[in-house]
């Protein structure tokens, strides 16, 4: 039976997926060619430099090979690009069936909200690596070339496939395949039914309910400088001072268990930040 289902990759503590915008650009065109394999609909997407995230709709194991194939591809092209060997072999994926209405909107605004959970200093439609602009656009032009004008040696240079692409692919200036070829955005208005519910959805900090539910706080990490700034949010919420520095020992102990729980902080990462003696933060981890 087709579902959505909520596709997520483990977040790398070391090296990066994507780590420029050819890579960014690859990691787009890479799904554009894996979606026409597959029996799933791409309800949307985002990309980011150390993971990934689709909800698609299908039978789940079509959901599965779809996403298998996708870090196929990305595998290859970091060893191609950066020869490594065993590029993303043990990379983990997970694939959680959605079920329910509500909890479909906000794992929708969870995956187009990545950029700002990142503190990535850009709002989520202007983020050029998801699908967050391509809704509720009404009848604009798509201002590309279609792929089919291009020669093939000059289609092979820029996708880097030798793939039959459909004749409604478009490609902009800078080789990347339009969303909007292969993401068909009336699936996700449907769900939306107006703009503004979308805008509400994404302006929510849904991060905590999506995490929890369906456990991806355990494969999504964040580096230190993101990790930091939403942990200093955090300090000052709940112990009402501006930063680390003005934690009691026994307030950074919570926090340990924080870092921990809810945003999956390896223990080494944890002592980095916390400047906390790695036997005593394992201990209480």
Not at 36 to 43: S, T
Not at 239 to 252: T, Y
Request: overall charge neutral.
């Amino acid at each position: 039976m087709k579902q959505y289902y909520h596709i997520c990759s483990q977040g790398l503590e070391k090296g990066l997926i994507f780590s420029c915008e050819e890579d960014f650009i690859s990691g787009v065109n890479d799904i554009a060619v894996c979606i026409l394999k597959f029996d799933v609909i791409i309800v949307c997407y985002c990309l980011m430099s150390n993971h990934f995230h689709f909800i698609l709709y299908g039978e789940r194991q079509a959901c599965c090979e779809f996403a298998a194939e996708y870090k196929r591809r990305c595998g290859i092209r970091l060893r191609l690009s950066r020869l490594e060997v065993n590029a993303l072999g043990n990379l983990q994926l997970s694939i959680n069936e959605i079920k329910d209405g509500e909890y479909l909107e906000n794992a929708i605004a969870y995956v187009l909200r990545n950029p700002l959970a990142a503190r990535i200093n850009v709002m989520p439609h202007h983020y050029a690596w998801s699908t967050a602009n391509i809704y509720f656009r009404g009848d604009s032009v798509l201002d590309g070339t279609p792929v089919n004008d291009l020669s093939e040696r000059k289609r092979h240079r820029i996708l880097k496939t030798k793939v039959i692409l459909p004749d409604h692919y478009m490609v902009n200036d800078k080789g990347m395949i339009l969303p909007e070829s292969f993401v068909d955005p009336k699936p996700l208005e449907t769900i939306f039914r107006h703009p503004s519910r979308l805008m509400f959805a994404l302006a929510r900090k849904v991060e905590p309910e999506v995490e929890l539910e369906f456990g991806i706080a355990d494969r999504v990490s964040y580096t230190d400088a993101e990790l930091k700034s939403l942990i200093n949010e955090f300090i000052a919420t709940e112990f009402g001072v501006s930063g680390m520095s003005a934690l009691s020992i026994e307030q950074k102990l919570r926090l340990c268990t924080v870092m921990r729980r809810n945003f999956n902080a390896s223990v080494k990462q944890i002592s980095r930040i916390t400047r906390l003696d790695p036997d005593v933060v394992s201990r209480l981890v």
